[in-house]
Each structure stands twice: as C-alpha cells, then as structure tokens.
Nanobody, 122 residues
C-alpha cells in the first residue's frame, strides 16, 4: 500500500521559513515525479514544485521560484520542500504527490498524501 505522509506545516510570520517533508513508502518510486501541490480555501489545488526521482530535475511554479527549494533523499525515501520568504498568499494545505509522468495537473497525479496546513500571518 502506497503511503505519502507529510509533516512540517505550521504557523509562521511573513518573511519566515518552513520545511515540509514527505515520507514515501509502499513501492519503488524510481522513474516517478514527486511533487508538492497546495490548495487554499475556495481555490483549486495548484502545482507548487516537482522533482524527478531518478534525475533530480526540479520544476517550480512561477509564484514560488527563487523562494522554495525541492529536494529528495533516495536513501530515506523522502521529499523535502524548503520554503523561504513566505508570504500570506502561500497560506494553504500543502499536499505531497507522486506521478508516473511529469505533470502540473493535479488530476494527473497517481498518489496523494493527506496534506499539511501552512499558515503565513502578515
């Protein structure tokens, strides 16, 4: 059974930092793309960042480029999202996702975590 378990969310002031982690288990993710999506109240789930498990190639939404950094640890089967210079508009539930093919479309992801809340106060 595939499991993606997020941790690291919380409340932070604008300009602060948070580090999200996703622990993946239940299958080999070789060849997969591991990503982060977020969903704010009343809005659709949107792409944040993704990383190729094998290649380490990274992808970012324009809104987070230069502020967020995604990485993966193959030995620990974890994906991390380092979020710096946080803004109130970054407030959302953040979801870890895995997809067999690269896509920024939430409907194209194969597996999802349960989500972790990130709240940025102004």
């Amino acid at each position: 059974q595939v499991q993606l378990v997020e941790s690291g969310g919380g409340l932070v002031q604008a300009g602060g930092s948070l580090r999200l982690s996703c622990a993946a288990s239940g299958r080999t993710f070789s060849g997969y793309f591991m990503g982060w999506f977020r969903q704010a109240p009343g809005k659709e789930r949107e792409f944040v960042s993704s990383i190729g498990w094998n290649t380490g190639t990274t992808y970012y939404a324009d809104s987070v480029k230069g502020r967020f950094t995604i990485s993966r640890d193959k030995a620990k089967n974890t994906v991390t999202l380092q979020m710096n210079s946080l803004k109130p508009e970054d407030t959302a539930v953040y979801y870890c996702a895995a997809a067999r093919y690269y896509s920024r479309n939430a409907n194209s992801q194969d597996y999802w975590g349960q989500g972790t809340q990130v709240t940025v106060s102004s």
